[in-house]
């Protein structure tokens, strides 16, 4: 089945380390995205990328970084200096057909401080 | 930079007609989406307008009007199942930007 996939559903995160989330991509998307959304808010762009090897910041990309090394790939790594991480991250890619755009969400991960 | 305006929540009964607004500011406006979001649940993609005018797919509908920067999402024949977060998301902006508004929660109710 053509999908995103996130990995893991629920992360912990100790003080000062450093934690990955994996997404993952078999639509054959060229654009990627990150977003964080915290209870009750919408969602907040955190990275994207629209061709491997090139992403952008968002709106919120302090103590996150990201790679694109591979067109199905899109980790994300959130930095000890990214003081508040605890929220749902969601990655998502998008395609444009007959002009209408369209983006696809993995089921997202739960990422929470120890 | 991009910022979108919508109710945070909205209540009606089964059957009735709702009407979910979003107002936008953004440079360089390429077009404004709807997406649906269960509690806990990803979110999914609903309607996409680039153009003025309605866009009708089943029982939901979206507008827009890009003179006003302004859209809104119709649902009929409200449902049970139809309780749920909508969130509209414009595109544009300096880096063309997918920026999501913060999110309608709409209760329906017996």
């Known amino acids: 089945d053509g999908g995103i996939t996130q990995s893991p559903k629920y992360l912990f995160r100790k003080e000062g380390q450093n934690v990955t989330l994996s997404c993952e991509q078999n639509?054959?998307?060229?654009?990627m995205y990150w977003y964080r959304q915290d209870p009750g808010q919408g969602l907040r762009l955190i990275y994207y990328s629209q061709i491997v090897n090139d992403f952008q910041k968002g709106d919120i990309a302090e103590g996150y970084s990201v790679s694109r090394e591979k067109k199905e790939s899109f980790p994300l790594t959130v930095t000890s200096a990214q003081k508040n991480p605890t929220a749902f991250y969601l990655c998502a890619s998008s395609m444009t057909s007959a002009g209408i755009e369209k983006l696809f969400f993995g089921s997202g991960t739960q990422l929470s401080v120890l | 930079g991009q910022s979108l305006e919508q109710p945070s929540e909205v209540t009606a009964v089964e059957g009735a007609i709702v009407q979910i607004n979003c107002t936008y500011q953004t440079s360089g406006f390429y077009g404004l989406s709807w997406y649906q979001q269960h509690d806990g649940g990803a979110p999914t993609f609903l309607s996409y307008n680039a153009l003025d005018g309605l866009e009708e797919t089943g029982r939901f509908s979206s507008f827009l009007s890009r003179s006003d920067s302004y859209g809104y999402l119709l649902l009929q024949e409200l449902q049970m199942k139809d309780s749920a977060s909508y969130f509209c998301a414009v595109r544009g902006g300096g880096g063309n930007k997918l920026t999501f508004g913060t999110g309608t929660q709409l209760k329906v109710e017996l």
């Open positions: 639509l054959n998307h060229d654009a």
